[in-house]
């Protein structure tokens, strides 16, 4: 087809306008970092650079508010790609310091730089911090580098280029053909081949057809669907229009849940940037291919990520799930064949139409191809957004890119694949990261939750975290997962209350069981996966709770009971004034004596005593 | 084996297969059976309650398991039934539910009639694990409605009654809300079953496995008055309650037993025995011509029958702009018993209008909402007094230890006992219109129609839940529209509304298929079937009687002659018609008036 865009001519003029904005300072406006102030730093920054006559080399400055970074808990991050720096934890009253000395006389804020935890240096450059060093990005290539609410910074980095060639081509069997060579597979969680998925939707072709990208992420601690929204909507715009054209659909959905407005914000002047480069709409670049997008905001239920619920939940229903088969590929939205993908497979999408898929098929495992975010958390030093190619394995992980446990601690597990991934152990650190390896350890990729968890965690009770909260958001449909996931909450909250029975563990086991095999969708399916690995790797931490009735990790209150030590105590009363319940009796200068009947094991009393005469068991 | 011809394995067992919607139907028609609480074959499929779970293995051998309700049949599976695995689930299916159930099956309104309960007792279910409900967990039973009962504590959520409601009546009077183990089914916003737009239809309690929903009985209070010495309990039937009341005694569905109906009656002790087919006789002569003067003199139409209380109460909550298009008659109930009060005493010796009592049999939950109807009291007292349903009458016949099945055929008593076949079809969605419509024919052209069956007006099934039959009454071209469910009198409203309708007539029964499918007749919901023998057994009445035209009916010619003068008389307006009223106060339609 012959198309009246160039794009590369497009391309050529944006990367002119962006040189002609002089001196750029990207300043992070991921939600995170707008509410450590990023707004106010844009704000300083313009009113500074207002004024400047002559840089050294620039004649003007530019702010650029971009998309998450990545290492948020960092943030506010700002990075001065011409001065090859960047600097962390920057509040408002920093930014002016930053103009005056590194911007206008070269010399940079010590102070603002990153410190890397092993080694107690700073560092400059971006690509020098481990956190980033180890990475390795494509879906999240242009986060914090360009702004996300300007087409022409994504037009500038190769955005809509893929599009072009997909329309000049005109072949959409090609197109699922590229996609199914690159090894692509769904980043939502169950990790379906993504060129397979569009090849069933395809097959149905003549129809009505709809294209939806499943934006409710809601996995706890996942924000890379966010980022993706937030920092690069152009390229989710694309992979989606990519993939209407491979099945033949001409109206696409993009559910986004409510609680992300930055997102459905950058989404829909997305939307509108790209209709008015006809990117979007009628007709796209003077082909025959129209395809309209609108945004359908979640209310932020869970269960609404799950494929059928999000479709009934377009559709103005209850998000409850449906029963598959019918696929959503033969019967999805409104009754139409639909395809709906993840945004994280929708933003690889262009990128490997534009490389090929052989250079993403280099990428990753025999069977796991390419990168994948991953959203680390926990006891590690260095948190935040994270993207590898698939089998890194979690050591590289933790140690290298997260810098290892926190506070010198021991690292003890670490949760993957969100609420319904699994936990594993020191013993999987080996363990490359892709979809069969982990699954067979009891775990998931999911969406790429990472939680890491040292010695002072207590096991039993994340599981029960978990459990509350798939429970919590369980849609109430099918009685396994609504009454099964009760039922083994009940169990858990006995066991963390020192009131667990030997035979929980058996009825834990066969209830898990058949919540996993009887329920209706993967939500029910998968709620018991984080019980179950515990089971399997910590079950002597369980066997204490029940039998000894002790918490290893000393977490769970009801197992705790503080006492003083008498030799230590110096009957100061401090302890005895802070008590809140008046547990804590004794007379000045002698040793004090906490009534354990009394005791709500609030800890206060540990907290105050100086002589540290308090212990827990 | 042809190419057509598709087959499937069940337990070993080749079976074919053309397009049945599932795997459960296969599954039955093979033979076999799975349990199931939420698959009803007149709703959409839903999959919740994972009792129909079977294991399933594709020719290249992967297995799944799935629910047999939902899954679109497939060539060359194996489909096995009872494996440990799903029978597992099963059997943890059912006891999750009773932990979270109020066990208190003797005393409870659905007992011997619960799918919980005989699932529990075919799985041997002996001891629950899990920890059950608490008195402190209880909720408040809903006894606002003055049909149907609500009780959240027997709910198993298995969606049928918001199902019921949403396609049958396109409005959502029960719905789900909040999420995990606090999901609940609940009238909207938490309100009362009175508060909501509630047409009292109860197919919601039709379709409910378990005690959640039931009839509000009155059979206490009716077995009252029949053993109070001062007071005389007239009884009238409805017509279809004589073809499915015998399903509860082992007869076959469609099987009339009008005979034995009348015969109980007695035994029980009630004093005098009508039939409410008399009164629909009586219903098309006012109706009819009420149908024939607006039609010739001009008047508004299309004329809606106004025989079923759903309908009338969801044009009052929903349509009160369109209450003139609603025939002023009342319903054969609301005629049969001021009829009775007012007569009886003048041809039956000990009556008087004080010492008698007027109780209705009927298939119809919102007839005991009709009873209540303001605009159907006479001196402050309601016409119809009790309102029994097939369902609660069948069990007033176990309790008095009457072997229903070998009763001898008895009569009901006359005058005001004797009807046509066209009273008799009063029963099935269509028969309203097609009794009218060969008593119009005489009205408006003094001959009788050539043939009395018109056929394009009757089917129950739900392909035939809207017809459209026009009719040549010599040379007046009259079209006929019959729906069954508010949602297809709903699209027949719009049609009125945005000009395109071509009827003059608009038959509703707010039931799917008409009263044989009443919500208080027997427990039929897993069986699509039932309602076309009932149906049959009503049209198999009516060809066989002498009589087949309400106008024939020597009861109703005394009637008119002794008592009424002629249709649309003046004291037949007083006693035969109503009047009807915006009741849109009080629920949520009413928001932003």
Redesign the interface.
């Known amino acids: 087809m012959t198309l009246n865009i160039d794009i590369k001519e497009e391309q050529k003029k944006a990367q002119e306008t962006i040189q002609n904005q002089g001196f750029r300072v990207l300043v992070c406006s991921g939600t995170g970092c707008i509410a450590n102030g990023a707004m106010e730093i844009i704000a300083k920054f313009r009113e500074l650079g207002a004024n400047v006559e002559s840089l050294s080399h620039h004649d003007k400055m530019t702010v650029v508010p971009t998309g998450c970074h990545g290492f948020c808990e960092q943030g506010v991050l700002v990075v001065l790609p011409d001065l090859h720096t960047t600097y962390v934890k920057v509040h408002v009253e920093d930014v002016e310091e930053i103009f005056e000395s590194h911007i206008k006389n070269g010399k940079p804020v010590e102070r603002l730089l990153y410190v890397d935890p092993k080694t107690g240096e700073h560092v400059h450059k971006n690509e020098d911090i481990n956190f980033y060093k180890k990475q390795t990005r494509t879906a999240l290539e242009n986060n914090g580098h360009i702004n996300a609410e300007d087409i022409d910074e994504a037009i500038a980095v190769g955005g809509y280029e893929a599009l072009a060639k997909v329309l000049e081509k005109n072949d959409s069997d090609w197109v699922i053909e590229e996609i199914l060579k690159s090894g692509l597979k769904g980043r939502g969680g169950a990790g379906f081949p993504t060129g397979m998925k569009w090849k069933f939707a395809a097959a149905n072709r003549g129809g009505k057809t709809y294209m939806v990208c499943n934006g409710d992420e809601g996995d706890p601690g996942a924000f890379m669907d966010r980022s993706v929204m937030e920092g690069d909507p152009h390229k989710l715009l694309e992979g989606m229009a990519i993939a209407a054209f491979a099945i033949g659909a001409d109206e696409g959905y993009i559910y986004v849940r409510a609680e992300y407005p930055l997102a459905i914000k950058r989404l829909r002047k997305a939307i509108a940037d790209a209709e008015a480069r006809h990117f979007l709409g009628k007709n796209i670049m003077g082909s025959d291919f129209t395809f309209d997008v609108h945004i359908k905001e979640g209310a932020g ?1 869970f ?1 609404c990520g799950e494929e059928t619920a999000l479709i009934a939940s377009i559709e103005g229903e ?1 998000g ?1 799930p ?2 598959k ?2 696929f959503p590929a033969n019967k999805g939205l409104f009754g139409r064949p639909t395809v709906i993908n993840n945004v994280e497979t929708l933003a690889n999408v262009p990128v490997i139409i534009r490389k090929g898929a052989d250079w993403f098929s280099s990428m990753g495992t025999e069977t796991s191809k390419g990168t994948k975010t991953f959203a680390l958390t926990g006891e590690v030093n260095n948190t935040g957004l994270i993207e590898v190619p698939m089998g890194t394995t979690l050591r590289q992980i933790i140690f290298d890119i997260g810098g290892g446990i926190r506070g010198g601690k021991k690292f003890k597990a670490v949760q993957i694949g969100g609420p319904s991934g699994g936990c594993l152990t020191e013993e999987h650190l080996d363990l490359p990261m892709d979809y069969e390896s982990l699954q067979k350890a009891g775990a998931m990729v999911g969406s790429g939750g990472l939680v890491v968890m040292n010695e002072d965690t207590c096991i039993v009770e994340v599981a029960r975290f978990f459990m509350n909260f798939t ?10 997962c ?6 083994m909450l ?1 169990i858990l909250e006995r066991i963390v209350a020192g009131q667990g029975k030997p035979e929980d563990i058996d ?1 834990l086991k ?2 898990a ?2 919540v996993q ?4 969708c993967a939500l029910g399916k998968t709620a018991p996966n984080p019980v179950l690995s515990t089971l399997k790797y910590f079950l002597d931490e369980y066997k204490a709770h029940i039998i000894d009735k002790k918490c290893p990790a000393g977490v769970c209150a009801a197992m705790k009971t503080y006492r003083i030590q008498e030799d230590v105590c110096k009957g100061c009363t401090k302890c005895a004034r802070t008590c809140p319940v008046g547990a804590i009796s004794g007379t000045v200068k002698e040793p004090h004596k906490i009534d354990t009947e009394k005791c709500i094991k609030c800890g206060s009393c540990m907290a105050a005593c100086p002589f540290k005469a308090i212990v827990v068991e | 084996m042809s190419e057509d011809k598709k087959t499937l394995f069940i337990e070993g067992k080749e079976v074919e297969f053309t397009n049945e919607p599932n795997l459960l139907e296969i599954i039955r028609k093979a033979g076999f059976n799975v349990p199931t609480f939420c698959y009803r074959p007149d709703l959409t ?6 009792m129909c ?1 079977v294991e399933v293995e594709y020719p290249n051998g992967r297995k799944m ?3 047999s309700c ?3 049949p497939e060539a060359n599976i194996k489909v096995s039934l009872n494996t440990q ?1 799903v029978r ?2 099963r059997k ?2 059912l006891e ?2 009773l ?2 159930h109020n066990r208190e099956c003797t005393t409870c309104e659905k007992s011997g009639n619960c799918e919980l309960q005989q699932y529990a007792e075919e799985y041997g279910v002996r001891k629950i ?3 059950t409900l608490q008195p402190e967990d209880m909720k408040e039973i809903d006894n606002s409605n003055p049909s149907i009962v609500r009780d959240p504590n027997k709910c ?2 298995c ?1 049928a009654c918001v199902r019921a409601c949403k396609e049958f009546h396109g409005h959502a009077v029960l ?2 809300a ?6 609940l089914v609940q009238p909207m916003c938490g309100k009362k079953l009175s508060d909501v737009d509630c047409v009292f239809c109860g197919q919601c309690q039709a379709v409910c496995p378990t005690g959640a929903l039931t009839i509000k009985s009155d059979v206490e209070r009716v077995w009252d008055e029949i053993n109070n010495k001062d007071k005389k309990v007239v009884v009238q039937v409805a017509p279809s309650v004589r073809v499915a009341i015998g399903e509860m005694f082992g007869l076959k569905p469609g099987e009339n037993s009008i005979g034995k109906i009348y015969a109980a009656l007695r035994k029980i002790g009630f004093d005098l025995i009508f039939d409410t087919n008399f009164t629909a006789d009586l219903t098309i002569m006012e109706e009819g011509t009420e149908f024939v003067e607006r039609l010739t003199k001009g008047g508004k139409l299309p004329l809606f029958t106004s025989c079923c209380p759903a309908w009338v109460r969801y044009l009052e909550t929903h349509h009160p702009d369109m209450l003139d298009h609603l025939s002023s008659c009342k319903s054969p109930q609301g005629m049969l018993s001021p009829v009775a009060k007012e007569f009886v005493p003048k041809y039956y010796e000990g009556y008087n209008k004080d010492n008698m009592v007027v109780v209705s049999i009927m298939p119809c939950t919102a007839k005991k909402y009709e009873a209540s109807r303001e605009q159907l009291t006479r001196d402050g007292k309601p016409e119809t007094d009790y309102v029994l349903t097939t369902q609660e009458f069948g069990r007033m016949i176990k309790s008095a230890g009457i072997d229903f099945k070998t009763l001898e055929d008895e009569k009901a008593d006359s005058p005001f006992g004797e009807y046509t076949g066209a009273g008799t079809i009063f029963g099935a969605s269509g028969g309203v219109a097609e009794a009218a419509a060969r008593t119009a024919y005489y009205l408006v052209t003094g001959e009788n129609i050539a043939d009395n069956d018109i056929k394009p007006m009757r089917g129950v099934d739900k392909s035939s839940r809207s017809k459209s039959v026009e009719l040549d009454i010599k040379g007046t071209k009259v079209v006929v529209r019959v729906v069954s469910t508010l949602s297809e009198a709903e699209k027949a409203i719009q049609e009125i509304k945005n000009g395109t309708a071509n009827f003059q007539l608009l038959e509703v029964m707010a039931c799917p298929g008409g009263c044989i499918n009443g919500g208080g007749q027997p427990r039929s919901c897993d069986d699509i079937k039932v309602k076309e023998e009932r149906a049959e057994g009503l049209y198999a009445e009516d060809k066989g009687m002498p009589l087949r035209r309400s106008h024939e009916n020597p009861d109703i010619i005394r009637i008119y002659k002794e008592n009424l003068e002629k249709p649309g008389s003046h004291i037949a307006h007083e006693l035969l018609h109503t009047t009807y009223s915006d009741k849109r106060k009080g629920t949520y339609l009413s928001v932003g008036e």
Do not use: H, W
């Open positions: 239920a269960v209850r409850m449906r029963p088969p019918p429970q919590n958001e369980s849609c109430g449909k099918c009685v396994p609504r009454e099964g996931t009760k039922n009940k009825v066969e209830l069981t058949a095999d009887g329920s209706l | 499929q839903f999959g919740a309650c994972r779970v398991i799935n629910s939902t899954m679109p695995r597992r689930i943890t299916v999750l539910l932990a979270n694990t899990y920890p198993i959520l969606g719905g789900f909040n999420r995990g183990s606090k999901t």
